[in-house]
């Protein structure tokens, strides 16, 4: 079945720090991709998104390219802050069937003023 | 736009009584997911529904879990009897016609002792 691998956190960064989460997809046919960012205490929150191969996702400095070649979704950022601190999730959605999202197990990012 | 309202926040029970969760989706949305977060793990689907139809209900416990989907807006998700490894976040999500998002609910935090 379809299914989705991220780097075991934590990730622990100095402020300004380049960061990078990896993530690697297993699917049937061509899903969308996803990064989804949960804060202390809150739901998941939508972070980028992607529908097709070569797509790019971005959203506040964070960037996502769909890789169909490598089947693969890695999260960037040039440059992180503080704020960052959380626990990111990538996640995919078969385009078709039932479009359930499927989620990796999270990484947990911890960002050292 | 008002998002995904869950009820209650937190839950605290003992082993072998019943709970109850409720989720009213945003408005509009057909597709309605439930999701159970263990601590330190990436969301796994419970159940899905379009409209008040099921539409994948494979990873529910059904010997104990039960939900549903009235009049295709809210939903209810009851767990009966409890056991301790049902302690958990439990997250609903929406979403529309097209499905390129699930909009996410802040979840309810069960804790059985």
């Known amino acids: 079945g379809d299914s989705v691998t991220q780097m075991e956190g934590p990730v622990t960064l100095s402020e300004e720090a380049f960061l990078t989460i990896n993530c690697t997809y297993t699917?049937?046919?061509?899903?969308?991709l996803f990064w989804y960012v949960q804060y202390p205490g809150e739901g998941l929150q939508l972070l980028l998104k992607?529908?097709?191969?070569?797509d790019k996702g971005s959203n506040k400095g964070f960037e996502a390219t769909y890789r169909k070649e490598t089947t693969s979704f890695h999260l960037e950022k040039g440059s992180v802050q503080v704020s960052d601190s959380a626990v990111y999730f990538c996640?995919?959605?078969?385009?078709?069937?039932?479009?359930?999202?499927?989620f990796g197990t999270g990484t947990r990012l911890k960002v050292l003023a | 736009e008002a998002g995904v309202a869950q009820s209650p926040r937190y839950k605290i029970i003992e082993k072998r009584q019943s709970v109850a969760f409720w989720c009213n989706p945003i408005?509009?949305?057909?597709?309605l997911y439930w999701y159970q977060q263990i601590l330190g793990q990436g969301p796994k689907l419970l159940i899905q529904?379009?409209?008040?139809?099921?539409?994948?209900d494979s990873q529910l416990p059904k010997d104990r879990f039960s939900a549903e989907r009235l009049k295709g807006v809210d939903s209810t998700l009851k767990i009966q009897p409890a056991k301790l490894e049902d302690s958990a976040v439990y997250l609903c999500?929406?979403?529309?016609?097209?499905?390129?998002?699930?909009?996410f609910g802040q979840g309810t935090r069960l804790t059985v002792v």
């Open positions: 699917a049937t046919g061509y899903p969308s």
């Open positions: 408005s509009g949305h057909a597709t």
């Open positions: 992607a529908t097709k191969a070569d």
């Open positions: 999500a929406s979403s529309d016609y097209s499905n390129t998002e699930a909009f």
């Open positions: 996640a995919l959605s078969s385009t078709s069937g039932t479009y359930k999202y499927i």
């Open positions: 529904f379009q409209n008040n139809g099921v539409v994948d």
